[in-house]
């Protein structure tokens, strides 16, 4: 779908000014608003990554060694007051904090690491450097925190977390696997060769688009010679971070492109890349759009 700048922008006011502390609410509440316009994917995608860019921005605020404190603190105090096991505390408290609750189960994790560290005499500096690593491993297997109340915690954390974490994570990569595989089939469809960028990286290419046409096609009077899927919204903000690190790169290399959001985009972006030699569009082209030099 080719949302117009207003209509983003609308939605953005939306989710800005709404109250919900949860993500998952806050998800619901768009919909409902807006889903008689736009599909639930391209609303729940403009969520996502609205969430993601403002707890980049506010995340640092948020876990300063006070903060950390006043966190672990409340936790101590409801573990004391055996309120764990019946409703989550730190999901409470990364709810009335407005912080993804898996993030605050890193802090929480990092800060008990630290304290057993501490009363066992082992808080050298390499021993501190390490604990980034420790927790990392313990939030991939919580069932090895030997903490019980805090191992119940944080897996509660993951299960709540709707924005980041393992659940998220692989939601994500297997909805970006099946419009790759969906990319994939499209161009078989039109019977020329391709690498895709598994073929690309083993001849040494760092940066690779998911398509390399091995012979180039013609689209709205311009030449495509690969083609990179997102299986998202392309917001403003979420397009450039790409041009800066991705498309960039692609052009230098193998020169101009097709870039498809599966879940659309803000059409004033299509303009834009034109300057770039690069299309941009939210659906794979249909066969009669697609046209090859034939040299006789």
Known sequence: FIMKRKEFEEIISFIKSNKCKKLKDLINQVKDMFEAKFSYQTLVSICLIHHQNHVKRTIHDKSTDACIEKYYSTFLQSKRDGKSHKNSALVEIATENNIPPLLLARLILHRHLKLKAEKSDHAET???????????????????????????????????????????????????????????????????????????????????????????????????????????????????????????????????????????????????????????????????????????
Not at 269 to 290: G, Q, T
Request: net charge negative; charged share 25%.
């Open 126 to 296: 390499n021993e501190r450097v390490n604990l980034k690593t420790e927790v990392a491993r313990l939030v991939k297997d919580p069932f090895l925190i030997e903490d019980k109340v805090l191992s119940w915690e944080v897996r509660q954390c993951i299960l709540h977390d709707f924005g980041y974490g393992q659940v998220t994570d692989s939601v994500r990569s297997l909805i970006g696997s099946e419009y790759e595989h969906k990319l994939v089939t499209h161009v078989k469809e039109l019977n020329i060769p391709f690498q895709t960028e598994v073929d690309l990286k083993k001849l040494g290419f760092d940066k690779t688009p998911d398509i390399k046409l091995e012979i180039p096609f013609k689209l709205k009077d311009q030449v495509v010679c690969w083609i990179e899927s997102k299986a998202s919204f392309g917001t403003p903000e979420e397009h450039m971070y790409y041009v800066n690190k991705q498309y960039n790169s692609y052009w230098n290399r193998f020169g101009p492109g097709l870039v498809i959001y599966w879940f659309g985009f803000v059409d004033e972006l299509a303009h834009d890349m034109l300057k770039k030699n690069i299309l941009v569009m939210d659906r794979f082209p249909l066969p009669a759009e697609v046209s090859f030099y034939n040299p006789a």
